[in-house]
């Protein structure tokens, strides 16, 4: 082995430590901007409010979207699953309508009405950066 190789192997084992050492995101990491939220406001009074209603509180048909009962039913889960879900089967009388940004400005709405901090980034569609981000109850990793 050259000196090289042996340094490049180095290298690439201390990304992939780096990697499995990186702490996953939470929706508590400031992971949306409020621009973006008020955005999603706009996007689910029009596209959402109709069955979830404007408190986002739900109905007997309409899962709820805030409290503790939408984060204990997405507990442990990603923010790409959310996303997945929103964007395959809602809005429920126009099943995947809604654009990339749409669904995720939706979101970003969602997790500011449950109380999650807003940072300086938007939340991005890619599907790598919404599967880092775990849905969790305050306080939780």
Known sequence: ??????????????????????AEKTIWDHVYS???ADRGKVLYTQKCAACHLESLGGTNTASPLVGDDFIEMWADKTIRNLYTRIRTTMP?????SLTEEET??????????????????????SAQSLAGIKLSRRGTR
């Open 34 to 36: 409020q621009a973006q």
């Open 104 to 125: 995720v400005d939706i979101i970003a709405y969602v997790m500011a009405k449950n109380g999650c901090p807003a940072g300086d980034a938007e939340l991005e569609p």
């Open 92 to 96: 429920d009388d126009d099943p995947g």
């Open 1 to 22: 082995m050259t000196v090289g190789s042996a340094a490049i192997g180095l290298a690439f084992a201390g990304i992939v430590i780096g990697i499995g050492l990186a």
